[in-house]
């Protein structure tokens, strides 16, 4: 499914399940499917930074794509990010022909000026063909490219098949602001807006106008709950629920670690069968796996979903 013309809600970020050898699970990945659309999501982010895209072959990756694009009818978002164009050429288009609607593309680190980061994603649109849908992740922590306001007005400008930013800006809030701002004056057409940074300021991010959150947080069912009820003016609520979420997803955002408590909370819930990163890897140590725990009783006070 191609992606829609306004997309909103949540796009949650899978994590790709593997083996305790290391080859990827596809029965895990089934369930992952599955448990997404259960959840209500709006659409699936595929091999991102947390799904361990550097770690795979080119053929495990269109493999990916092609049996979740088999399963669910949602639309897909497959990242192909590559340190160059040749690369990120050839995945694309064969995750198109396997299912997918669009396709994520980060910066290069080593661009440095608003005239480079806009001149790189004016020749990734050349590589990879201007009809094919694209989203811009803006991702300073781990990219160290700052894009401003300025900057993302001028690829949406430069770029038609350009149609939605995620935004990892942090702190972000303002970007949020002046991006709507101009949309609302005219001199930005409308761009969707989902946040990542595992959803640590959504709650304050759709009050800024967000659409929705593209993170990969342990608990997505959470996220569309948190993002229909802000929707619908719900604010309360939905910092209510949020703020219960909140030491969870702190301890997940941890760099280096995050990926590693995603999973293994993901495993405690029966979804994957394992919480095995491929190498190379920064497994959880005891110490770690016991502060999970005790963060889940603590959220099952408030939300049964963390009975495990």
């Known amino acids: 499914m191609s992606l829609p013309a306004t997309i909103r809600g949540v796009y949650v970020i899978a994590p790709t399940p593997f083996h305790a050898d290391g080859r990827v699970d596809d029965a895990s990945l089934d369930r992952l499917t599955d448990f997404f659309v259960a959840a209500g999501v709006d659409g699936i982010t595929l091999l991102g930074q947390l799904g361990e895209a550097p770690k795979m072959t080119h053929a495990e990756a269109v493999a990916i794509v092609r049996r979740v694009a088999a399963r669910t009818r949602l639309p897909i978002i497959v990242g192909v990010s590559a340190p160059g164009f040749a690369a990120m050429r050839e995945l694309t288009h064969d995750a198109l022909a396997a299912g997918a609607g669009g396709v994520m593309i980060a910066p290069l680190p080593s661009l440095r000026t608003d005239d480079s980061i806009v001149g790189y994603y004016r020749q990734a649109v050349e590589a990879i063909g201007g009809d094919?849908?694209?989203?811009?992740?803006?991702?300073?922590?781990?990219?160290?490219?700052?894009?401003?306001?300025?900057?993302?007005?001028?690829?949406?400008?430069?770029?038609?098949?350009c149609v939605m930013l995620k935004h990892e800006d942090w702190p972000g809030l303002e970007k949020i602001a002046q991006l709507r701002a101009w949309e609302r004056d005219g001199s930005l057409r409308h761009l969707a807006?989902?946040?990542?940074?595992?959803?640590?300021?959504?709650?304050?991010?759709?009050?800024?106008?967000?659409?929705?959150?593209?993170?990969?947080?342990?608990?997505?069912?959470?996220?569309?709950?948190?993002?229909?009820?802000?929707?619908?003016?719900?604010?309360?609520?939905?910092h209510d629920l949020f703020d219960a979420h909140l030491p969870l997803i702190r301890y997940e955002q941890q760099p280096g670690v995050g990926l590693a408590?995603?999973?293994?909370?993901?495993?405690?819930?029966?979804?994957?069968?394992?919480?095995?990163?491929?190498?190379p890897r920064a497994p959880?140590?005891?110490?770690?796996?016991?502060?999970?725990?005790?963060?889940?009783?603590?959220?099952?006070?408030?939300?049964?979903?963390?009975?495990?």
């Open 284 to 308: 959880l140590t005891v110490a770690a796996r016991a502060e999970v725990d005790y963060l889940l009783a603590r959220l099952a006070r408030r939300d049964p979903r963390a009975r495990l």
């Open 132 to 161: 094919v849908p694209f989203v811009i992740q803006d991702y300073p922590l781990t990219f160290s490219v700052q894009m401003t306001p300025a900057v993302i007005r001028r690829i949406v400008a430069e770029n038609a098949s």
């Open 261 to 279: 408590v995603r999973k293994y909370v993901l495993m405690r819930r029966g979804i994957i069968a394992s919480d095995t990163l491929r190498t």
């Open 193 to 238: 807006i989902l946040t990542g940074n595992n959803a640590l300021f959504l709650d304050f991010e759709m009050e800024r106008g967000a659409d929705g959150a593209n993170t990969g947080y342990c608990f997505p069912d959470m996220l569309v709950d948190v993002v229909r009820l802000a929707a619908g003016g719900e604010r309360d609520a939905a």
